[in-house]
């Protein structure tokens, strides 16, 4: 590898963490120049001022508050807040989401993953950040709850949000400011298979840069988090070949170690100008830093037929990833209950890494040596804002926009080294430059009809563009031009049954679509190491087409008197040109697989929710809080012979049940939950299927808390540590087929959290 690398990472990470502590350090000593109570100074106003900080960001949600704002809105919503985030002492956010009804965590238990709703991956979900697209190749898995002041899971798309969005939307609002002085940090880690990952984050945060002057209008948060992750994570794949008169022609083993150093760092500040009667200006930069080593050992061994091309492969790679954005966000109300929002964001981002691979015939000779060095640039602006037009009574309407253009430039190097005829060698040198364009306008009206009914009516029209150039060859890596222009009405009702509106019915039609992303656009193909059906070639495929989706859904909640709720909601979704992945034999003799568009596709399902103290039963009973929700889909591909003819990565129910208890007399609280996810076979292509264990999930946890400032967490997590298991089978009248089954083991993992204020 190129030793530049090596001393250019941990001097960048440096670099950033020394600039990130004088800026913190210098907040910090302001923050203590706060004058004694009863000081005649700027106090009254400066808790006026931050009035419209509280109600931009609504960050003073708690325990109730969350529920009132799901009950109140005409929009289907789940809001969770940071207690329910915290509780469970889980080290990444998305861990925390997994027991949200109707999402899921793609991955083997414990380690998170691709956030999933209603069992739908590859992307129907849409994942954002304070109201924005996550940064290109931010990691979820490095936001610590501990950031994070609640999150929004929308189950029916509006028109403020984008509406790629065909499985729901989730929404992580960081903390901000508050309205009074806040310094606090937290310490802790995870120790999963002897390996400890530590984790540092502090919060500042004040309604007051300083009590006299303009400052005296400029509050401030920041949050600031380092993580180091250590991971030792096996897999043993297994292959089976079995040609088409039943025959075994195949029997082989791979096992594959990898041992993972990550360093994570990111930070969060918020800086708000408030001028009065609700007018602010906001500045929000962020900075998101990614550093990792890996290394890779393969062993192979075959039973019989044809042996692997390598009989072993060791490969390490060394890469970093940077992103920093700045947004400046403006508010003006006019009028009589008018407003403005814009938002005006710039962002850059840089990954760089070089990966080396060498394979081994059964004698340990090398037969070649492979050498990747990848060098990716991407900045881009962003523009998106509302004004709220008042109107005649009863109405809230409004209308913005949504405006966005990126830029990347790539560079790629494949260098290769022979020392056999067996293993050829190909070089290849890339450059490689794309342009993503992004418009969207809407308009929406939320009108309360009567004291019971209200609705909601929406419509957005989008156009993403994505146009590549190379300077490479061309008939490796052609230009293309891919375009999706979506117009998406969004229609939502509520209707509350009683004088108490403790039931309430809820009604939404929206329409919704997935644009391909360029990795499933580029004609690029990705080689695999040892080639077969079962881990063949990966190529995209620049002609396919948006999926576009109708949705439906219907939901029942009641509310009891006591608190909590019971819920019902039917989804479902008719999907046209739906993305899968196709498995082919090229004429070169390797395996290639690629996504096409494949007809249509209809998913249905239930999801229910039930939140209860048992006390509400029977006053004698311990005051036990209990959670469940369960949730069963179905889907069916139309151009695909059944059984199992289902959407890809969906899982067919989802489950939890926790409770929390505290302890009387003790300020301990305890508590645990259950997750289920289940499995089964799926048929993604007439010549394809894939199988997914049942995943399980038992996690516990006790927290004390000490005094109002300080809390300390353990949490056990992965109790069942259960393997987790996926097949692929592949299949040709020609040949037969191929199967490959792949163990990932897991482990217990235990989770030490201790947050304090000073």
Known sequence: ????????????????????????????????????????????????????????????????????ERRQSTATRIVVNREELLKQGDTSISEALKRVPGVSIGGPPGRGGQIQMRGLGGGM??????????PRGFDLDSLSPEVVERVEVFRAATAEQSSQAVAGAINIVTRGPVSRDV?????????????????????????????????????????????????????????????????????????????????????APRFQWNMGRGEFLAVEPFLFSQRNLQTNLERASSKLGIPPTFASADSSSNFGFDAMRLNLQYNRPFGDGGKLEANFGVNDNHFRGNFFTAGFDPARTTLLTRQYDIDVKSSGLTSRGKVTIPTVEAHDLSAGWEVGLQRQAETRSRKETSFSPLAPATNLDEDYSARIRQLAAYAQDEWKINKAWSLYSGARWESVVIETLTNGNPALNPSYRNASHVLSPSL?????????????????????????????LSP?????????????????????????????????????????????????????????????????????????????????????????????????????????????????????????????????ALMNLGADYTIPGMPLQIGGNLNVTTGGEVRTANNQTVYSSVRRGLDFYAQMRFDRTTTARIAWANVLHQDSINITNVFDPSFGSSAATTVTPTKPIVRLTYSSRF
């Open 183 to 267: 310094r606090e940090y937290t310490v802790g880690g995870a120790l999963e298979a002897g390996r400890f990952s530590p984790q540092i984050g502090l919060r500042l945060s004040s309604p007051q840069i300083a009590t006299t002057g303009i400052w005296a209008s400029v509050s401030y948060s920041i949050n600031a988090q380092i993580t180091g992750n250590r991971f030792y994570r096996p897999v043993t794949t297994n292959e089976q070949g079995v040609n088409t008169q039943g025959a075994t022609t195949l029997s082989r083993s791979t096992f594959r170690q990898n041992f993972e150093h990550q360093d994570l760092l990111n930070i």
């Open 1 to 68: 590898m190129h030793s530049n690398f090596h001393h250019a990472a941990p001097i960048a990470l440096r670099t950033t963490l020394a600039a990130a502590a004088a800026l913190i350090g210098t907040l910090s000593f302001a923050q203590t120049s706060t004058p004694p109570a009863g000081t005649p100074t700027a106090a009254q106003p400066a808790a006026s001022a931050s009035a419209p900080v509280q109600q931009q960001q609504r960050i003073d949600v708690r325990g109730a508050n969350s529920e009132s």
């Open 524 to 652: 690029r193909k990705f080689v695999s190491t040892n080639n077969s059906a079962t881990s063949a070639d990966q190529q995209g495929n620049p002609n396919l087409k948006p999926e576009l989706a109708w949705g439906l859904d219907m939901g029942y909640e009641h509310y009891p008197a006591g608190g909590g709720i019971v819920s019902a909601n039917l989804f479902v979704r008719d999907i046209d040109d739906v993305f899968r992945n196709f498995v082919s034999l090229q004429p070169d003799g390797r395996w290639l697989r690629q996504p096409i568009n494949n007809g249509k596709a209809r998913t249905v399902g239930i999801e229910t929710e039930w939140k209860f103290n048992l006390q509400q039963f029977d006053k004698e009973w311990p005051k036990l809080d209990v959670r469940t929700n369960l949730s069963v889909y179905n889907s069916k591909v139309n151009n695909i012979p059944g059984p199992n003819n289902r959407l890809e990565q969906q899982a067919p």
């Open 492 to 520: 939502q009702s509520l209707y509350k049954l009683g004088d108490k509106g403790r039931d309430q019915i809820r009604v939404a039609l929206s329409r919704t679509y997935r644009a391909p992303n360029q990795f499933q």
């Open 125 to 134: 979900t849409r994942i954002m950040l304070n109201g924005e697209p996550l």
